[in-house]
């Protein structure tokens, strides 16, 4: 099978590594890839954006199964443009991507079907939503509807703050992403992710994982994409599953093939846990990056008989071999991150590591130079162990991240502390 991902970020090197162990994997290209994914497979570069580029980059390299890693591709119709160029993909259509480009959408279903969520309400314009905070109190959850890049969420303490939130969303923070603003009850409780495939129909949970947004020790200061992650999450019991499944998940798909918008690819859903009972804090229509990482070094060649399948339309014959295992991803950011960075720096010791089914170091933001690996992102690295404890994967990741000589990089030393 030839394979195209589209992407070249940590998330996109782990699904390369993974899917390249697999025997059915003939030729995988990446676009655009990165010096890290360029070991696993070929990294092509090309406007992942443009519908039309990546269908006539498909055709003119007999891709079998193109794969989608991150949501602006998705957004963009990308792989509406792919299907109806007789391509076999996995990843959402621009209308089923809604769950993630649209807060307000995603609402409207989970009150269509019922799925615990918190209370909300949507405004379009500033005084009503101003309103309705003053009324309702503090804290209080002011969200910009659309895409901005995970920064659109304020968790406002005080109604001061709530309404500085809808002024700064108002007056074009984010663009049209906040054209509309979506208020929420605050929901208490411990957050995790459920990750599960659907091919429209049938549903299939693939790996539970948490991970730690903020930049610093003890999950204090600013917001991240994610510092780091670890898989299985323990808050989410057997128990807790089946309770997503039955009344978030499969609500959830039913619903969106009942409206013709049929949900195929992998829901990341992100959980809100009090008192055993989980609510849906939001969706997101592709795998999380940092937790892909650690899905797919516990999936391994498997992730592309399960990504085929979804694609194909029949995950209802396929199982997960599930391990008994643990696996945990620490972050290494450029210093400056989340804010801003320089960049260029240079990496030393990556070609010292170990590379295996244990301990594999992922590429988010590198790149080549001088056959040398230079830093040119914030989020440079993920560092991803897997064990028979989470106290065995976190030592080998830890163990990967004292090998990388990067004076300029800094990490957590604390992931997966609420875990262990
Ligand atoms: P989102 O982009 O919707 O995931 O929001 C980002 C983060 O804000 C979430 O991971 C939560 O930590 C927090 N958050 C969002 N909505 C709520 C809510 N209704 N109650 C409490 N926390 C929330
Ligand atoms: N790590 C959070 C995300 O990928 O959205």
């Given at each position: 099978m030839n394979i195209l991902i589209l992407g070249g970020g940590g998330r996109e090197h782990a699904l390369a590594w993974a899917i390249r162990q697999n025997p059915k994997c003939d030729r995988l290209i990446v676009a655009p890839g990165n010096p890290g994914i360029a070991d696993v497979a070929e990294c092509a570069d090309l406007d992942i954006l443009s519908r039309s580029d990546v269908c006539d980059f498909a055709q003119e390299n007999a891709i079998d199964l193109v794969v989608i890693g991150p949501e602006a591709p998705l957004a963009a119709g990308v792989a509406d443009a792919l299907r109806a160029a007789g391509l076999l993909v996995f990843g959402p259509s621009q209308a089923a991507a809604q769950l993630e480009a649209s807060k307000g959408f995603t609402k409207e279903i989970c009150d269509a079907c019922a799925a615990p969520t918190a209370a909300w309400a949507r405004?379009?314009?500033a005084s009503a939503a101003r309103d309705y905070v003053t009324r309702l109190g503090a804290p209080i959850v002011v969200k910009a509807d659309g895409l901005a890049a995970g920064k659109g969420v304020?968790?406002?303490?005080?109604?001061?703050q709530a309404h500085e939130a809808i002024e700064m969303i108002f007056d074009g923070a984010f663009g049209d992403a906040g054209a509309e603003v979506v208020i929420e009850e605050f929901m208490e409780g411990e957050e995790a992710s459920f990750f599960v495939l659907s091919d429209g129909v049938n549903c299939l949970p693939i790996g539970t994982a948490q991970d730690h947004k903020r930049v610093g020790e003890g999950d204090t200061g600013p917001n991240t994409g994610g510092m780091g992650a670890y898989s299985p999450?323990?808050?989410?019991?057997?128990?807790?599953?089946?309770?997503v499944m039955d009344q978030i998940i499969r609500p959830t798909v039913a619903e969106m093939a009942a409206r013709g918008t049929p949900f195929q690819g992998v829901l990341y859903a992100g959980l809100m846990i009090q008192n055993g009972q989980a609510r849906l804090v939001e969706y997101n229509v592709r795998f999380g990056d940092p937790e892909c990482q650690v899905l797919m070094i516990r999936l391994g060649a498997q992730a592309l008989d399960l990504i085929h399948a979804c694609a194909e339309g029949r995950l209802n014959e396929v199982t997960v071999n599930w391990a008994d295992d643990h696996a945990l991803t620490v972050v290494m950011a450029t210093q400056g991150y989340p804010g801003s960075y320089p960049k260029g720096s240079a990496i030393r010791g990556l070609d010292d590591l170990p590379e295996d089914s244990f301990q594999m170091v992922f590429h988010a933001g590198t790149t080549e130079k001088d056959g040398g690996i230079i830093a040119t992102g914030g989020r440079v690295l993920a560092a991803t162990g897997r064990g028979d404890s989470l106290a065995e994967a976190r030592e080998r990741a830890y163990a990967l991240v004292e090998g990388i000589d990067w004076p300029e990089g800094f990490h957590r030393r604390d992931i997966g502390w609420r875990a262990l």
């Open positions: 405004f379009s314009d304020v968790v406002a303490e005080t109604v001061g999450a323990p808050v989410l019991s057997d128990a807790i599953q089946a309770q």
